[in-house]
Each structure stands twice: as C-alpha cells, then as structure tokens.
C-alpha cells in the first residue's frame, strides 16, 4: 500500500478516535489553563505534529493569543496532510504556521535564540529516547504519553512514575496526572507531565 493511502486509513481511523481526542482536548484544557492570562501571542512548537490536529484544535477554539506554531515531524505525507489540514489558518488568519520535516532532537543550536513560549510532545512513545527533552532550559512544555500496547510504541511507560523518570530533570513540574481509557476489548492509560524545563 502506498504510504499516502496509509496515512488516509490513519487519518480515517486511529486520528479521529476517542484515544486522540479525549486525549487532546484534556491538553488543550490544560494550555488554556495555564495561559488563560497570557496577554501576548504565544510561539508554539509541536514535536511529533502528525496531521496538525493539536494546532488545529487550538485555532479553532480560540481561547489563546497565538502568534505562531512550528509543526515538526519526520512523515513528509504527514506533513503533507497537515498543510492541507491547516491550510484555512494559512490563507486566513496572521497566525504563522510552519512545518518541518525534521528530525525535532537536530534541530540547529541558532533556531533556539528565539525559544517557544511552549513546546509539546504528545507523542513520546513513538520516539526512540527522550533527547528531545534536550531543548534550552526555561522553556514551558507538555508532554504526553501512554502504556498502550502498540507495535510503533517503542518507548512506552509503564506507568505515571516511570514516565517522570524517563523525561529526566524538570526544573518546576506544575502538572502531573493520567486519564484511563477502557473499553470493551482492551484499555490503557494516558499520561501527561507538564512544566518548565
């Protein structure tokens, strides 16, 4: 199969489940939580963007001053499929969108003068380690996890504890929980981890 026809399926199918949208919206609740008072745009960058649909929730929403998102994932029809996704915010709205096929842990050292107001990774499992943490301290960022059984969940915690441990070092953690998900035939875990590296 063709790995655009792939994407579709998982476009069709594994992006729009329960698991993905609960999952995303408890982090968009928690963003606008925590940023609420914000009265600057804010820069957000996403690792591990996949079809955009965290950016497109948070557009479309509107409950935040955005200046700018920098998308990053290594799935060029990915990509593709989230430019098309974000393709409204790009002709309409002064909101900068950026995506890069991009490896997020080679990211060049001067990219970095201007830092994030928020980094996030909602897809932790699916990278290798966690050198993606390796970005400039001071920088507000959410990651999530999950203990799912998954043959693409390489990296994958056991439990809330073991994802603390596994992200390293975090200078203020502010949040810190998991939400459950059972079904009929199987069911996991979500973990989210919030703070300032």
């Not at 096929?101 to 966690?130: A, G």
């Not at 915690?157 to 059972?182: Q, V």
């Amino acid at each position: 199969m063709h790995d655009y026809q792939k994407n579709i399926e998982t476009l069709n199918l594994d992006a729009w489940s329960d698991g993905q949208m609960r999952s995303k919206l408890w982090l968009c609740d928690l963003i606008e939580k925590d940023f609420q008072n914000k009265k600057e745009p804010l820069d957000i960058w996403i690792m591990g963007s996949w079809y955009g649909l965290l950016a497109q929730f948070l557009l479309i929403r509107g409950r935040l001053p955005l200046k700018r998102f920098r998308l990053f994932d290594m799935d060029p029809e990915a990509i593709r499929i989230s430019q098309k996704m974000l393709n409204h915010w790009l002709i309409k709205s002064d909101i900068e969108i950026h995506h890069h096929l991009q490896d997020c842990t080679q990211i060049p050292e001067r990219d970095w003068s201007t830092p994030p107001n928020i980094l996030i990774n909602t897809s932790t499992e699916h990278f290798e380690n966690e050198k993606w943490m390796n970005f400039p301290s001071g920088i507000y960022f959410y990651a999530q996890s999950t203990n799912m059984e998954h043959p693409t969940h390489i990296n994958k915690p056991t439990s809330l504890d073991d994802f603390k441990k596994r992200l390293g070092p975090i200078t203020r953690m502010t949040y810190a929980d998991k939400m459950e998900f059972r079904y009929p035939n199987f069911e996991f875990d979500r973990y989210m981890i919030a703070g300032i590296r």
